[in-house]
């Protein structure tokens, strides 16, 4: 499926990128040095029990089950941003803590959080939002091996949490033109990412409803 193609290069990222990768939050619950305030991150288990459901969601969204499908190796396509490509590797592990859902309109949400230490977060956000920003054009193939050009630029969008950052992708492959929002939230060390995706016509207010609703179960989670 081309949608999911252009879904995997943008979120899934690269293979192991060994200790380059920013550190995730494990399973202990996160202390601070002296051990007496609780740093602003989650564990995984937490960060799972965040993610947005079905019932957060408006009416007639559904929730898409995990096929347990292997995800595209885009190892091979960032040689024309290699800073894009660095990034990448680090962000991947975000789709460890994944949930997908299908808009009526047939539109396709996902959200992947990724909780960091703090200094973490901040670093892999500014070093992710430089790198899409440096990056205006990538060439890729589909599974089937069908070059296309992804066309990346950055998108207005409101400060959700400490710090946001947006852009598109838009790419034409056999004739079929696919947009793609995404929008970073960095709530302390957790990061979130919202993605849409949509056959020509996108709704990026669409996309900053569901934000926001993501950075709302984070801020719960943290409280």
Same mark, same amino acid.
Request: proline fraction near 4%; glycine fraction near 6%.
């Given at each position: 499926?081309?949608?999911?193609? =252009?879904?995997?290069?943008?979120?899934?990222?690269?293979? *192991?990128? !060994?200790?380059? &990768?920013?550190?995730? =939050?494990?399973? +202990?619950?996160?202390?601070?040095?002296?051990?007496?305030? #609780?740093?602003?991150? /989650?564990?995984?288990?937490?960060?799972?029990?965040?993610? %947005?459901?079905?019932?957060?969601? @408006?009416? !007639?969204?559904?929730?898409? @089950?995990?096929?347990?499908?292997?995800?595209?190796?885009?190892? !091979?396509?960032?040689?024309?941003?290699?800073?894009?490509?660095?990034?990448?590797?680090?962000?991947?592990?975000?789709?460890?803590?994944?949930?997908?859902?299908?808009? #009526?309109?047939?539109? *396709?949400?996902?959200?992947?959080? /990724?909780?960091?230490? $703090?200094?973490?977060?901040?670093d892999l956000f500014a070093e992710f939002s430089a790198a899409v920003t440096a990056c205006k054009k990538l060439t890729t193939k589909t599974d089937d091996g069908v070059a296309f050009d992804m066309h990346f630029v950055a998108l207005s969008f409101p400060q959700l949490a400490? $710090?946001?950052?947006?852009? &598109? +992708?838009?790419?034409?492959?056999?004739?079929?033109?696919?947009?793609?929002?995404?929008?970073?939230?960095? &709530?302390?060390? =957790? %990061?979130?990412?919202?993605?849409?995706?949509?056959?020509?016509?996108?709704?990026? !207010? /669409?996309? $900053?409803? =569901?934000?926001? &609703?993501?950075?709302?179960?984070?801020?719960?989670?943290?409280?």
């Amino acid at each position: 499926m081309i949608a999911a193609a =252009v879904i995997a290069t943008v979120v899934a990222g690269c293979s *192991d990128a !060994g200790d380059e &990768r920013a550190r995730t =939050v494990d399973d +202990t619950a996160p202390v601070a040095p002296g051990g007496q305030v #609780p740093l602003r991150t /989650l564990t995984a288990e937490q960060a799972k029990g965040a993610l %947005l459901a079905a019932s957060d969601l @408006p009416t !007639g969204w559904v929730a898409e @089950p995990d096929t347990g499908a292997v995800k595209k190796d885009s190892s !091979g396509d960032y040689d024309e941003c290699p800073a894009y490509g660095t990034a990448m590797q680090k962000v991947s592990r975000a789709d460890d803590i994944a949930a997908d859902f299908t808009a #009526p309109d047939g539109s *396709d949400f996902s959200e992947a959080l /990724l909780p960091l230490a $703090e200094d973490d977060a901040k670093d892999l956000f500014a070093e992710f939002s430089a790198a899409v920003t440096a990056c205006k054009k990538l060439t890729t193939k589909t599974d089937d091996g069908v070059a296309f050009d992804m066309h990346f630029v950055a998108l207005s969008f409101p400060q959700l949490a400490d $710090e946001t950052f947006a852009f &598109r +992708t838009t790419a034409t492959v056999l004739g079929r033109t696919m947009n793609l929002d995404m929008a970073m939230a960095r &709530r302390g060390g =957790v %990061l979130a990412f919202i993605v849409q995706q949509a056959s020509e016509t996108i709704d990026t !207010g /669409l996309t $900053e409803e =569901v934000a926001r &609703r993501a950075v709302t179960k984070v801020d719960a989670a943290l409280s």
